[in-house]
C-alpha cells in the first residue's frame, strides 16, 4: 500500500508561484512513475505533468509548459510541482498519483493506482 500526502496548495494572484509537494510512503517509491494531475469542477481529471522513476524523463501538458516543474527526490520519498506565471484556468484540485507497476510515466489517469487526497490551488485574476 502507498500514501500519498499532498500539500503547498493556497491562494495565490495570476502571475504568482506556488509548490506543490507529495509525500510518499512504501520502501519501493525509487521504482514508482509519479504523476500531478488536477480536476477543475465541472472537468474531467486531466495529468499536469509526470515523471518518471528516476526523474530522467518527464511530460508536462501544453497548457503548462514552460511555467510548470516537475521533481522528484527518492531519498526523501517526495515529488514537488513547481508552478510559475499562474493564470486563473490553473485553479482546480491538484493530485498527486504513484504508478508502482511502470517505471516510465502514463498521462492516463487509470494506469494511476494510488492517489493523495488533492489540494486546493485558487488563482485570483
Known amino acids: 500500500q502507498v500514501q500519498l500526502v499532498e500539500s503547498g496548495g493556497g491562494l495565490v494572484q495570476a502571475g504568482g508561484s506556488l509548490r506543490l509537494s507529495c509525500a510518499a510512503s512504501?520502501?519501493?517509491?525509487?521504482?514508482?512513475?509519479m504523476g500531478w494531475f488536477r480536476q477543475a469542477p465541472g472537468k474531467e481529471r486531466e495529468v499536469v505533468a509526470a515523471?518518471?522513476?528516476?526523474?530522467?524523463?518527464?511530460y508536462y501538458a501544453e497548457s503548462v509548459k514552460g511555467r510548470f516543474t516537475i521533481s522528484r527526490d527518492n531519498a526523501k520519498n517526495t515529488v514537488s510541482l513547481q508552478m510559475n506565471s499562474l493564470k486563473p484556468e490553473d485553479t482546480a484540485v491538484y493530485y498527486c498519483?504513484?504508478?508502482?507497476?511502470?517505471?516510465?510515466?502514463?498521462?492516463?489517469?487509470?494506469?494511476?493506482?494510488?492517489w493523495g487526497q488533492g489540494t486546493q490551488v485558487t488563482v485570483s485574476s
Open positions: 498519483a504513484a504508478d508502482p507497476y511502470s517505471g516510465t510515466y502514463s498521462v492516463t489517469p487509470h494506469q494511476y493506482s494510488y
Open positions: 512504501g520502501r519501493a517509491f525509487s521504482s514508482y512513475a
Open positions: 515523471i518518471s522513476y528516476n526523474g530522467a524523463r518527464t
